[in-house]
Nanobody, 119 residues
Framework: QVQLVESGGGLVQAGGSLRLSCAAS????????MGWYRQAPGKQRELVAR???????DYADSVKDRFTISRDNGKNTVYLQMNSLKPEDTAVYYC?????????????WGQGTQVTVSS
């Protein structure tokens, strides 16, 4: 079992910045990918950014050039630096981990952290 603890959400004015953190603990094994997803009211959960085990990254088009995902392998922690925030970035942000442990592959979600951007 893996536990994900997220932090860093909050209320910020448009144009401001926030940094989200997600720390993984437990029976992690090898991490295939860690990333951030978000879900706004009435909308489906969507990928924001993720980092693959080899270090490559994927970003949603809407956040490219504004958000940066990074990972501290020693701490099993992933970060999302969010700059130039817009009201449309308002959502609950969820951390997701995909791993391989033993013969199985698994995925885990964090509890979510609220990000609210005021205009």
């Amino acid at each position: 079992q893996v536990q994900l603890v997220e932090s860093g959400g909050g209320l910020v004015q448009a144009g401001g910045s926030l940094r989200l953190s997600c720390a993984a603990s437990g029976s992690i094994g090898s991490i295939n990918a860690m990333g951030w997803y978000r879900q706004a009211p009435g909308k489906q959960r969507e990928l924001v950014a993720r980092i693959i085990s080899g270090g490559s990254t994927d970003y949603a088009d809407s956040v490219k050039d504004r958000f940066t995902i990074s990972r501290d392998n020693g701490k099993n922690t992933v970060y999302l630096q969010m700059n130039s925030l817009k009201p449309e970035d308002t959502a609950v942000y969820y951390c997701k981990l995909q791993n391989k442990y033993g013969l199985g592959q698994y995925q885990y979600w964090g509890q979510g952290t609220q990000v609210t951007v005021s205009s």
